[in-house]
């Protein structure tokens, strides 16, 4: 069963509309401390709000920072790191969002006790830029028509219009955000997105973080597979036994690894794959929750339709798209561009056009496919991010203190 659908997740939405009015109430009695700021991560510690917490923390001791953790393996993770942390569905972790002047979040509400919000600054960092249609952007956000779609719009609505600030990575991005949340232009701010100051870390480190992980890599080149999911379908690229055999044999006569990343809520058994051979490894999201600081040790990316390809595109190396179905997921979920200037043109329907793609010639030259696709990842950071200077974070936290003054 998958972990998480839409359906699933607005239901709870929808019942929890009590506690929201409860804890709205709450709020009318409980003042926000200005030097109280909570931050939390939908896909655990790690993203754009640790590296926002590491800045603040940094730029002004005053602060009193707390991190939101999901449960007690993150709050013991985030507590080993030196951060202040709290569950979530604790007291402490809805007083805590209670009394915040500022709530950082990288998904919704959700991230930190959503019942505690009302009346605080928040901070959506959001985790990525969209190519798939995203909250009231997407058709499958609300599950058709009727009184409960209705009902769905109107809590997304309500949510969404209590955001103050959303940083995006380019002008593009920043498009895509005001209409999926329904936001001002003021309200978002191309600044670049934290999470990526990450991507252009140095290799060496993402390296031995990557090894922490899957294991040894000696010399060999890495190439991760991390699509994206299919809102509790079953992944149409799971490989079959041959298909394995295949994957093996090419990675035997390329010196290559393959580091499987499922998506966290993906469906579908990947386990055959190291089973069959040394050289295919699993990187979960419970071993390394935050992906874009293991990037700079990747060579080749092959994903279908998630954003980690603008994330990559950053290194400018070669980014191959494997999506078989890119004619319905476009069709049934939306996309902000079409698919062929997303990929380049250049994706392909089975592992067996994946691997003749990514063979490497006799003579041992780079083969000019992947330098065609290594073109295709400097356009894709040229026309999606304003900024590539590690500086992101340090933008978002002026932008934020600006904000806040503004409100004093």
């Known amino acids: 069963m998958p972990s998480f659908t839409f359906a699933r997740g607005n239901a709870t939405k929808l019942l929890s509309s009590p506690l929201y009015a409860l804890g709205r109430l709450a709020s009318v009695f409980i003042r926000r401390r200005d030097a109280l700021w909570v931050f939390a991560c939908g896909s655990g510690l790690g993203e754009g709000s640790l590296a926002l917490y590491r800045m603040a923390d940094a730029a002004d001791p005053s602060l009193r920072l707390v991190w939101i953790a999901r449960d007690?393996?993150?709050?013991?993770?985030?507590?080993?790191?030196?951060?202040?942390?709290?569950?979530?569905?604790?007291?402490?972790?809805?007083?805590?969002?209670?009394?915040?002047?500022?709530?950082?979040?990288?998904?919704?509400?959700?991230?930190?006790?959503?019942?505690?919000?009302?009346?605080?600054?928040?901070?959506?960092?959001?985790?990525?830029?969209?190519?798939?249609?995203?909250?009231?952007?997407?058709?499958?956000?609300?599950?058709?028509?009727?009184?409960?779609?209705?009902?769905?719009?109107?809590?997304?609505?309500?949510?969404?219009a209590a955001i103050d600030l959303v940083p995006a990575a380019s002008e593009s991005s920043a498009g895509r955000l005001r209409t999926a949340f329904g936001l001002p232009a003021d309200r978002v701010v191309v600044t670049g997105d934290p999470r990526d100051d990450a991507v252009l870390g140095p290799?060496?480190?993402?390296?031995?973080?990557?090894?922490?992980?899957?294991?040894?890599?000696?010399?060999?080149?890495?190439?991760?597979?991390?699509?994206?999911?299919?809102?509790?379908?079953?992944?149409?690229?799971?490989?079959?036994?041959?298909?394995?055999?295949?994957?093996?044999e090419h990675l035997e006569a390329t010196a290559r690894v393959l580091v499987l990343r499922p998506h966290p809520h993906s469906v579908g058994d990947y386990r055959p794959g190291p089973a069959a051979s040394n050289r295919i490894r699993m990187l979960s999201a419970t071993v390394q929750n935050d992906i874009n600081p293991v990037l700079p040790a990747i060579d080749i990316l092959v994903t279908d339709y998630s954003s980690i390809a603008f994330d990559f595109a950053l290194l400018g190396r070669p980014?191959?798209?494997?999506?078989?179905?890119?004619?319905?997921?476009?069709?049934?979920?939306?996309?902000?561009?079409?698919?062929?200037?997303?990929?380049?043109?250049?994706?392909?329907?089975?592992?067996?056009?994946?691997?003749?793609?990514?063979?490497?010639?006799?003579?041992?030259?780079?083969?000019?496919?992947?330098?065609?696709?290594?073109?295709?990842a400097v356009h894709l950071a040229a026309t999606h991010h304003e900024y590539r200077d590690g500086r992101n974070t340090e933008r978002v936290y002026e932008v934020l203190r600006t904000r806040l003054g503004g409100q004093a």
């Open 203 to 248: 290799r060496e480190a993402a390296r031995e973080l990557l090894e922490r992980g899957v294991g040894g890599l000696g010399g060999d080149e890495v190439i991760l597979f991390a699509p994206t999911w299919r809102d509790g379908e079953a992944d149409p690229v799971v490989p079959t036994d041959a298909e394995w055999s295949s994957i093996a």
């Open 72 to 160: 007690r393996e993150e709050l013991a993770r985030a507590r080993a790191l030196g951060l202040t942390s709290v569950l979530r569905s604790s007291w402490r972790g809805f007083r805590m969002t209670l009394r915040a002047r500022v709530i950082v979040v990288t998904h919704g509400l959700g991230d930190v006790n959503r019942f505690g919000t009302h009346g605080a600054f928040i901070l959506q960092l959001w985790h990525g830029i969209p190519l798939k249609r995203i909250q009231l952007d997407s058709p499958v956000t609300f599950g058709g028509s009727g009184l409960v779609s209705r009902m769905l719009r109107a809590l997304y609505r309500r949510n969404s």
């Open 319 to 376: 980014i191959a798209f494997l999506a078989p179905d890119a004619r319905e997921y476009a069709r049934t979920r939306g996309l902000y561009e079409p698919y062929r200037e997303f990929s380049g043109g250049s994706e392909v329907e089975s592992w067996a056009e994946l691997l003749a793609l990514l063979a490497t010639p006799a003579s041992g030259n780079k083969p000019v496919a992947l330098e065609r696709l290594a073109a295709h």
